[in-house]
Structure formats: structure tokens, C-alpha cells
């Protein structure tokens, strides 16, 4: 409406006289309206300026988007049961109120187990845009993504083998653990792909790396189908410490840069109590180094001072990224099969195997516990067909890449295909 009065007002002079009449009820006022037009060449000079001020306008008041991103990733401990930590009530009312007055534009959380506590964080972490997917296991997948950003796709893809058959007890088996991935509209015709995720923990060992090995394998290849080569940011707690084997099939399978190594020359610091940096922000190699402009912790919880609350048992880590102006397009998918990748498709295959081995080893052992047998047909049997399937899906794929096992094993001793 402003922009067409100023047209107006451009194009012609309007002159306004009032005019008084006299009628049985008394006097009255009316307005009589006259136009004159100035001329032609100043009408189109004016017409053409605005025309295309309105354009410009109209442009920057419906158009918005991001030229920078920050992302933080937070375990916040959430389970229902004994933790060494101060109870839920106390803690997660520190950490939406640390929320609310930040200025982190994407907050992956990992451990939100109840619907309760999902509720909670939503409600009072003040975000515009609140994800996360229901699930009938007892306390689901502890995943939440908030943003100031609207998602266009959003999917949940729960971990082919997640619990590790280590007892009733592992708090393994009763959650849903998996991936929850979005692509968020970031304006201007940009979005990104994004990727909460929760990898399995390392309670139960050697027999825990090799399921992480199986769950590395699905993410990298969730987010060639999701991702379809479209830039993408991965967040969360991997479970996965620096200069692991895990963490080295991570970086050379999904064929993405740890933040923690781009930009600034700081150290990162350690994530969880144990000493370890196992919480990581993971971005796809569309990004250049240099598209980490600054990273750091939050929710400290060393260093306090006596009697403080500690919110979770891990520390927070958040990253600043700088969006590229021009949109970078889809690549060919990230999950490519060269010789390194083979090398470690095999190594999956035999983690695999061994793992296989070692649940048939503990069901002869048990098998005189009572009830064990019922126990393990209902929580074993169909991750155990899960994982056969799984080893042949892998088998084909590196038999499709052409690296059959005796090629794989002549470049592991480090000959040429």
C-alpha cells in the first residue's frame, strides 16, 4: 500500500478543495479531488525508478538467510534411572534457560529419553522449530533437534543392530538408538542436510566397537540416499574418540572433515568425564576448511566451583560455520567405493563375524540360566537375522566395487589391485 501511494504521488499531483454545502440539516463539508499530471518524461523517469525500487524492496523485506550457522551438540544424560549427576529437575531447567538466552541457531540433543523431558525441552528452550520422532521402545531415542530454521524432510533411522546382548541390564536394550536427519531451508533457495545422531557407547567393550563399526557403515550409507551428494553438517555424541579405528572408517567412509581440525588454530577440548573427545560436529567436504570460523565448549563440567551443578556428564561443543554465498550443488554421493573404502567394508564383514561368534558362544554358555532362552529369543533373534542380512548387503556392495575378499585382503598387506 505505501509503495503504490508513493506511485502515485510520483506520477500525478493530486490537489484537494474542500467544498462546503449547505443543506435543511445544517452545513456540511465535502472533498472534491482534482489530478494533474506533470509530464511525460518525468512520469516514465519516476514510473521506471520506483518500478524497480519496489522490486528491490519487496525482495529484502520476503527474503531471508542464513550467511552463518551455529551448531551445538549436547549429551544431557537424560536417563530415568541412578545417575552421578543432580536430578533432571535441577539440571535441564539450567540448561533451556542457558538456551534461551544463546544465540546457537541448530541444538542437537542426544538423551532426552521420556516424552516428559522432550516436552520440557521444547516448551522452554523457545525455538521456533522443535523435531523429534515417537518410538514404542521404553525410553525411544533420546534425539532433539531445535532450530531457528524450518525442516523440509525429516526422517528417523533407527540402527539395524543396536543392543549388544550383553544382559537385561545394559541400558543398551532399552533404547531405539539410530539416526534423525533433516534438511533445513536455509533461505535464498539454500538448504543443508542434517544429522543428529547417537552412536553406541563403549560399556561393553570389544563387542561395542564392532556394532559401532555396523552402525558407521549405516550412516555413511543413510546419508548417500538421504543426501544424494547434497551438502551436509553430522552432530552428536559417536561414542567414538579421536585416532580410533572407528573414527578413522567415520572420516574415510562418510568422506567428511572433523570441525574440530578446520579453522582456527585452537585446541579442542576434551567432551566427556572420562577425558576423551568423543561429541563431534562432522561436516561434508562440500565446505572448505576455512568454513569454520570459530568452535568451542559449552556447559562446562570441570573446573566448577564447589557445590555448582553440573548439567550432564558431557561437555557441550558448538561450531560457527560460514554458509558460502553462492550455494555449493549436489556432488555424486559421498559414500564411494574406492580402495581404501573396500579395505574397510571387510573389516566390517569380519567385526561382524566375530560378533556372530560370540553371541553363539554365549548362548551355549547360559543356556542352563532359567529363562535365558526365552530372554534371548525375543531381544536376540532378530538382530541376529538383522546382522546377517546386513553382512550380505555389505558382501554384495564390495562384490559390485569388485573388491572380493582376496582383493581385500592383497591391499590390506598393502599391494596394488
Not at 10 to 18: F, K, L, Q, W
Not at 31 to 43: C, E, L, V
Not at 180 to 203: K, P, T, W
Not at 343 to 350: K, S
Request: charged share 20%.
Amino acid at each position: 500500500m505505501a509503495l503504490g501511494a508513493a506511485v502515485v504521488a510520483a506520477v500525478a499531483v493530486i490537489e484537494a478543495e474542500a467544498v462546503e454545502t449547505q443543506g435543511s440539516a445544517g452545513s456540511s463539508v465535502s472533498w472534491k479531488f482534482s489530478i494533474k499530471r506533470p509530464a511525460a518524461s518525468a512520469t516514465n523517469g519516476a514510473l521506471c525508478f520506483l518500478f524497480y525500487l519496489g522490486i528491490v524492496l519487496c525482495f529484502f523485506s520476503t527474503v531471508s538467510f542464513a550467511k552463518n550457522l551455529k551448531i551445538i551438540t549436547y549429551n544431557v544424560a537424560g536417563a530415568p534411572v541412578f545417575m552421578p549427576l543432580a536430578p533432571r529437575a535441577l539440571r535441564f531447567p539450567k540448561i533451556t534457560q542457558r538456551l534461551r538466552r544463546s544465540d546457537y541457531d541448530i541444538v542437537a540433543l542426544q538423551e532426552v529419553w521420556t516424552k516428559k523431558d522432550t516436552r520440557f525441552f521444547i516448551n522452554n528452550s523457545e525455538y521456533p522449530y522443535n523435531y523429534y520422532f515417537k518410538n514404542n521402545i521404553l525410553f525411544g531415542n533420546g534425539l532433539v533437534v531445535m532450530s531457528r530454521y524450518p525442516a523440509v524432510k525429516i526422517r528417523f533411522f533407527p540402527f539395524t543392530v543396536n543392543d549388544p546382548f550383553q544382559g537385561l541390564f545394559d541400558p543398551e536394550i532399552w533404547a531405539d538408538k539410530g539416526i534423525l536427519a533433516l534438511r533445513f531451508d536455509l533461505g535464498h533457495g539454500r538448504s543443508i542436510d542434517f544429522y543428529d545422531i547417537h552412536i553406541i557407547s563403549e560399556i561393553g567393550g570389544l563387542y561395542h566397537t564392532l556394532l559401532r563399526y555396523t552402525q558407521i557403515y549405516e550412516l555413511a550409507w543413510i546419508i548417500r540416499e538421504f543426501s544424494r551428494g547434497h551438502p551436509f553438517i553430522l552432530a552428536g555424541d559417536f561414542n567414538i574418540p579421536v585416532g580410533s579405528p572407528d573414527y578413522k572408517i567415520l572420516i574415510n567412509l562418510a568422506k567428511v572433515r572433523d570441525t574440530c581440525l578446520s579453522g582456527p588454530a585452537k585446541p579442542c577440548a576434551t567432551t566427556s568425564n572420562d577425558g576423551l573427545r568423543i561429541d563431534h560436529i562432522f561436516i561434508s567436504r562440500h565446505f572448505p576448511e576455512s568454513s569454520v570460523i570459530d568452535r568451542g565448549n559449552d556447559f562446562a563440567v570441570w573446573g566448577r566451583a564447589q557445590g555448582a551443578i553440573r548439567t550432564s556428564d558431557h561437555q557441550a561443543y558448538w561450531v560457527k560455520l560460514g554458509i558460502p554465498e553462492r550455494y555449493l550443488g549436489a556432488r555424486e554421493p559421498l559414500v564411494d567405493l574406492d580402495r581404501d573404502s573396500r579395505i574397510i567394508l571387510y573389516e566390517i564383514r569380519e567385526s561382524m563375524r566375530r560378533y556372530l561368534k560370540e553371541i553363539s558362544r554365549r548362548a551355549v554358555a547360559r543356556q542352563w540360566i532359567p529363562l535365558y532362552n526365552v530372554y534371548y529369543s525375543y531381544f536376540v533373534s532378530r538382530r541376529v537375522i538383522a546382522l546377517i542380512n546386513l553382512d550380505r548387503e555389505i558382501y554384495d556392495l564390495a562384490q559390485r566395487a569388485g573388491g572380493n575378499k582376496g582383493k581385500l585382503r592383497s591391499s590390506r598387506a598393502g599391494k596394488t589391485d
